[in-house]
């Protein structure tokens, strides 16, 4: 019996200390990676996955795809983004390992310049799941014909293991319906300038684009002042696609509005429309109202009580010459009357 008892002791020690060894094992398992998966997701589509596979060196088997590191990813979809569109990645993983001051980054390359987007930094738990969403704009003008790569990573100030980045091929396409102020010049007749008189009149160059996948039909191009109640619009017409078209894809008008007498600072907008799609820009403009001083309104006022009438002043000139020359004429006439018998003198006859 008590051969028996030992033997049992002997027997529960050594199987309290295998679970123990194996509980260890798993531990040391589970903290192999700092990031043991990650997903990506664009616009709530799921586009990206990798995840990290625990093994024993004395049992790996290596199936596609999975290195000798035991992480493989790729990526599960086409990520078709739209030019003037805000792209929402959202990123999720999985911390292998606690990890202290951590962020998720994001960027698209192949652009002249990289649009990227970045979390604040945060702490991380062995075995939990977390998920950080950023939001990257795509420009207007970035070319729908080139290839570029959105990337995401996991940083933290030392190098981490497993599955911190994926790079995703992404294609850019053009909206259906695009227009796009490309200049707006402001100017009065002396030039270019935001600042004007009451009563000048304002000018505005406009170049309007057609950015989209088709044909902007019956555009519009409207100049106004909303608080001043000003308005002015011009018909462009039809604008041709972005890559050629039998009608023009850019055009330019010029428009203008007579200011009131007003003073103040207003809001001048621009915009260009059809019945799918509308831009806009809006510039601040100053108008100036004319301050009359106290010296010139008497000044004013005397010019206008007592104005000088030109033609009024040459019939008078006119008149008074006129009745000289009458005065003139009839003393003229006076001294010409014959002389009387007794006032003749006597002419001496010779015979």
Not at 26 to 53: A, E
Not at 190 to 202: D, H, N, R, S, V
Not at 234 to 249: P, S
Request: hydrophobic share 40%; proline share 2%.
């Amino acid at each position: 019996m008590k051969i028996a008892y030992v033997a049992f002791i002997l027997a529960s020690l050594l199987l309290v200390l295998g679970f123990a060894f194996n509980a260890e094992a798993t531990h040391d398992l589970r903290s192999k990676f700092d990031i043991k998966s990650l997903q990506v997701y664009v616009n709530d589509n799921l586009v990206w996955s990798g995840s990290c596979r625990e093994f024993r060196s004395d049992v790996i088997s290596f199936a596609d795809g999975i290195t000798r590191s035991g992480c493989s990813g790729k990526q599960l979809s086409t990520l078709g983004l739209e030019r003037d569109s805000t792209a929402q990645v959202r990123v999720v993983f999985n911390s292998g390992r606690d990890v202290e001051e951590i962020h998720v980054s994001t960027w698209i390359s192949g652009y002249r310049k990289d649009i990227e987007a970045k979390t604040a930094e945060f702490d991380t738990f062995a075995g939990n799941t977390y998920s950080r969403t950023l939001l990257l704009q795509v420009p207007k003008d970035i070319d729908a014909k080139d290839t570029y790569t959105l990337h995401v990573r996991v940083e933290a100030k030392q190098d981490l293991s497993g599955v911190d980045e994926a790079s995703i091929s992404t294609n850019v396409q053009r909206l259906a319906n695009e227009l796009e102020i490309l200049s707006l010049n402001i100017y009065d007749r002396e030039g270019e300038t935001l600042e004007f008189k009451a009563g000048q009149t304002l000018f505005a160059d406009v170049v309007v684009k057609n950015r989209g996948n088709h044909m902007a039909e019956d555009a519009y191009v409207k100049l106004s002042i909303p608080e001043l109640g000003l308005e002015r619009t011009v018909y462009l017409g039809d604008l041709g696609r972005e890559d050629g078209d039998i009608h023009q894809d850019t055009r330019r008008v010029t428009l203008s509005l007579k200011l009131p007498s007003v003073d103040g600072e207003f809001d001048l907008e621009v915009e260009s429309f059809n019945g799918e799609t509308s831009d806009k820009q809006t510039r601040q403009i100053k108008i100036e109202k004319l301050v009359v001083t106290e010296e010139e309104k008497k000044d004013s006022v005397v010019t206008a009580t007592t104005p000088i009438d030109v033609k009024l002043v040459l019939m008078i000139v006119g008149l008074i010459l006129a009745a000289v020359i009458i005065v003139l004429l009839v003393v003229l006439l006076l001294r010409q009357e014959p002389m009387s018998k007794e006032e003749m003198p006597e002419v001496e006859g010779y015979y």
